[in-house]
């Protein structure tokens, strides 16, 4: 019988199938636990969780928060601005030190990618990554499965559009590589200066044209444009962006009628998607929210606990 055997979740492009569905159906077992009458407060009694948080967040943030307190852990929060990285400490020192008070697991979220899994080989604890640089933020790509599974049930043979920033994207990469395990038929579009070709190579199709993007998708992610990892513009404004590639009641017309739509958030409104779309029927972005908690609750319980389980 297979087992969980990871005690850290640094990505999604070595997870198989087993194990992306395994965090899957253990967070589906969370949620379906009344909230604050649920049985697994006990779960992580006496554990201690720190998140290092060296980017600003906060959905991941806090849903981490959230997940962590309702499986009875202890959980601190460590932003950049408040720790000693700022004074010159290493990645390393910081991580040592905090095992050293105590911690039981980290939740890292750095700008540099590749730091989780440094963490990993530096100290021997469970390390979860939330998120480092254009590399992945494997939460978030899992919670969107998640999200995903609710609405149109088994990934496997679904076309899902992934549509905007892909290049500077880690959300667009972990949804890539555990979309595509599971048998997902990704299309990745956007500005070519956004989507190069080379995504290709990693299972997807790729199209700057975004009629053909939409016209067969059962779902469309958005994904904001991540000025923040830009060293140079790649489009010649924000408003010829939304003309050419925003969601909005025109281009509706391109997508099946029950097609849905989601965005891991923050949203810029007016840009990559209109008020009016976001805040429809078709958007599962609070649901995204939403679901992001159980999501984290699983990969908490899972890491942590991996030598127990089976």
Known sequence: MSKWVRNSLLGLEDLSEFEIMKIIETAESFALQEPKQSSEKSLL???????????????????????????????????????????????????????????????????????????????????????????????????????????????????????????????????????????????????????????????????????????DADAVMLLRIQHERQSAKHFPSLSEYSKMFGLNNRVLNYMKKEAVVLHPGPLNRGVEIESELADSNRALILNQVKNGIAVRMAILYLCTRSNNLS
């Open 45 to 215: 009694s006496g554990y201690r969780i720190i998140n290092l948080f060296m980017e600003p967040s906060t959905r991941t943030r806090v849903a981490f928060e959230i997940a962590a307190k309702s499986l009875g852990a202890d959980v601190i929060s460590i932003s950049g601005e408040a720790s000693s990285l700022t004074k010159g400490e290493s990645l390393k020192d910081t991580a040592l030190n905090v095992k050293a008070l105590g911690a039981d697991a980290i939740v890292i979220r750095h700008s540099s990618p590749g730091s989780p899994l440094l963490l990993s080989r530096i100290v021997d604890l469970p390390i979860i990554n939330a998120g480092d640089g254009a590399h992945e933020h494997p939460s978030q790509g899992l919670l969107d499965i998640f999200t995903l599974r609710q609405k149109l049930g088994e990934i496997k043979g679904k076309r899902i559009t992934i549509l905007g920033d892909i290049l500077f994207s880690r959300v667009a990469r972990s949804n890539l590589f555990g979309l595509t395990t599971l048998g997902a038929k990704v299309t990745l579009a956007g500005p070519s200066t956004l989507v190069p070709k080379e995504f290709s190579q990693m299972g997807a199709r790729v199209t700057h044209n975004l009629e053909e993007a939409l016209v």
